[in-house]
């Protein structure tokens, strides 16, 4: 069982390029989320999926894309990336309310630095 | 607008001593409250949580306390040990599908020192 799995694990981009962070789980969960992570400032999220085909800004959205066209896959988009995206970026999953135990499961996430 | 307010920032225990972690949150409507914790260079794992149903929940050495009233809750670590040396983060979330998403808190770094 691989739980939720992130890739790349480090990357480096320059100014003014695009990238997209591959996000997959396994346990079938109907919620993921894109957080990014800065030194004292916790964790962001910046969008969230409720499930295959729906998508929701979160508090830190601009500068990123998502897509959901799958339950298992949310990938996370760059474009014309800036200094101010380096960061950590997680991906979690979990199931709703309704669905069973509201556990996030989080990945082990992608160091971006952007130069 | 920060919804979950977590302090200290940083806090360091004597080993067998007890770490104390406090939390305040905003929004009434929240009604699940997780605790997660992350070691370097891995993502957070749920810890413990708790439901406002309660005032007091624990496993092991790990206890939540929780103050509906006063909109606070805190994570208590007793006999800390080095091994617990890692950030931990408070979060919450309510029961409104669509709007289940975790709010977490800034985040304590707990060192345990022998």
């Known amino acids: 069982n691989a739980g939720v799995t992130q890739t790349p694990k480090f990357r480096i981009l320059k100014i003014g390029q695009s990238m997209t962070l591959q996000c997959a789980q396994d346990m079938n969960h109907n919620y993921m989320y894109w957080y990014r992570q800065d030194p004292g400032m916790g964790l962001k999220l910046i969008y969230y999926?409720?499930?295959?085909?729906i998508t929701d800004k979160g508090e830190v959205p601009n500068g990123y894309n998502v897509s959901r066209s799958t339950t298992e896959d949310f990938p996370l988009r760059l474009e014309l990336a800036a200094p101010s995206q380096t960061s950590v970026y997680f991906c979690?999953?979990?199931?709703?309310w309704g669905k069973g135990n509201t556990e996030a499961f989080f990945g082990q996430g992608t160091r971006l630095t952007v130069v | 607008q920060q919804q979950v307010k977590q302090s200290p920032q940083s806090l360091i225990v004597q080993k067998g001593g007890i770490s104390i972690i406090n939390c305040a949150y905003e929004?009434?409507?929240?009604?699940?409250f997780p605790w997660y914790q992350q070691f370097p260079g891995k993502g957070p794992a749920l810890l413990i949580a708790i439901r406002p149903d309660v005032s007091e929940k624990k496993e092991g050495r790990f206890t939540i306390s929780f103050n509906k009233s006063a909109k606070q809750f805190s994570l208590h670590i007793m006999d800390s040990q080095p091994g617990d040396s890692a950030t931990y983060f408070c979060a919450a979330s309510m029961r409104d599908f669509g709007n289940e998403k975790l709010t977490f808190g800034t985040g304590t770094r707990l060192t345990i020192i022998p």
């Open positions: 979690a999953s979990s199931y709703s």
């Open positions: 999926s409720v499930g295959a085909g």
């Open positions: 929004n009434t409507a929240f009604d699940y």
